[in-house]
């Protein structure tokens, strides 16, 4: 079993970037894909980004290609989402979760963290 506690989100202008951290528990860390996802108020949650279990693969969502970089450390246990250029689109509650499946599709991710709230302000 994996616990996932997100932490880094914040309220950022515009344009300005933001280093979201997640902290993983559970000795198998290494071996589960690891993706970031989304919620605004009123939408759907959404994929934003996933990486392999070794961190040779990654896969970003369209609107944040070029932005966004996800990255891991499995001796630290640790997956991070650098984002930069910030939008006020990208303002929602960013959730860390856990997969045994590569993807972007949120039914495969089996562990979850609390979330973290990204404010972006115009």
């Known amino acids: 079993q994996v616990q996932l506690v997100e932490s880094g989100g914040g309220l950022v202008q515009a344009g300005g970037s933001l280093r979201l951290s997640c902290a993983a528990s559970?000795?198998?860390?290494?071996?589960?894909?690891m993706g970031w996802f989304r919620q605004a108020p009123g939408k759907e949650r959404e994929f934003v980004a996933a990486i392999s279990w070794s961190g040779a693969g990654t896969d970003y969502a369209d609107s944040v290609k070029g932005r966004f970089t996800i990255s891991r450390d499995n001796a630290k246990k640790m997956v991070y989402l650098q984002m930069n250029m910030l939008r006020p689109e990208d303002m929602a509650v960013y959730y860390c979760a856990a997969s045994t499946f590569y993807g972007s599709h949120s039914a495969s991710y089996m562990y979850w963290g609390q979330g973290t709230q990204v404010t972006v302000s115009s």
């Open positions: 559970g000795r198998t860390f290494s071996t589960y894909a």
